[in-house]
């Protein structure tokens, strides 16, 4: 009897990527490439949303394994484990915050965000509190058009939006990835892979071993990868979408990763510095 997983993650490129040739049956639970059709006894059902519905949608328990924020994983951290394969984490590669006009101050501005448990407003609201008062959640792919159309201020641009918000005559205020790596020394924990706890731990293994053959099989097989994340990037060039694969798809993707012991601690510095702000309640 197949057992049947909900499996959340983002349209992004890296995402799409990632997850392809697991959600298509080209490997087995196993970690076994190339064997289409061969699925171990499990299968997926995949839900394909932006990071804050995922990590809403995780927050009440609707999925069995997931992408969500690491400053998310907080919040669900008492139902879920975290996996060691398909995280999001790097230097270079945090979220920026941008603003169509030279803004000489922060405060009372209003603030284009992709949701309140992202990685992205825990970071702006470490790097100035004034950024936490006037804030307008949106879709992670609105809040561009949204600050070129005088709706917000600024915001704060994540996934392909680095690559592309000088395009709409934007300008950059503050790379906050920069900004935590010199702060901390650590890498920026951007999103994590969670399983749910219920799961069997020799299940979870196999879903993770997985995750990380599936990401072997789209380099092994880019040209048939790329034709799925083309279907959710209609409106990215290549260009684009290679860059984004490139600077996400990194060396904290697989092996432990994000999970691993520098992961981790980008991760637990993350939670700490918000419970000390206030930014999150003390027992997440």
Known sequence: MIKRYTLGYSPCPNDTFIFYALVHKKIDCAGVAGVA?????????????????LNQMALEGRLDITKVSAAAYGHIKDGYELLRNGGAAGWGCGPLLVSKE???????????????????????????????E????????????????????????????????KDYGLNLVEDLGAWWEQTTGLPVPLGVIAAKSTIPPHTRTLIDNAIKASISYAYANTNETMDYVRRYSQELSDEVITNHIKLYVNDYTTDSGISGSEGRRAIDTLLDMARQKGIMQANI
């Not at 006037?134 to 949204?146: H, L, Q, S």
């Open 37 to 53: 059709g061969v699925d171990g006894g499990i299968d997926f059902v995949e839900h394909i949303e932006d990071v804050e519905t």
């Open 134 to 165: 006037n804030v307008i959640v949106m879709p992670f792919d609105k809040i561009i058009p949204a600050i070129r159309d005088g709706i917000a201020d600024c915001g704060l641009v994540i996934h392909e939006g680095r690559f592309t918000y």
């Open 102 to 132: 030279r803004l000489p101050k922060l405060r009372g501005k209003r603030l284009a965000i992709p949701g309140l448990m992202t990685t992205a407003y825990v970071l702006a609201s470490l790097y100035d509190c004034h950024l936490r």
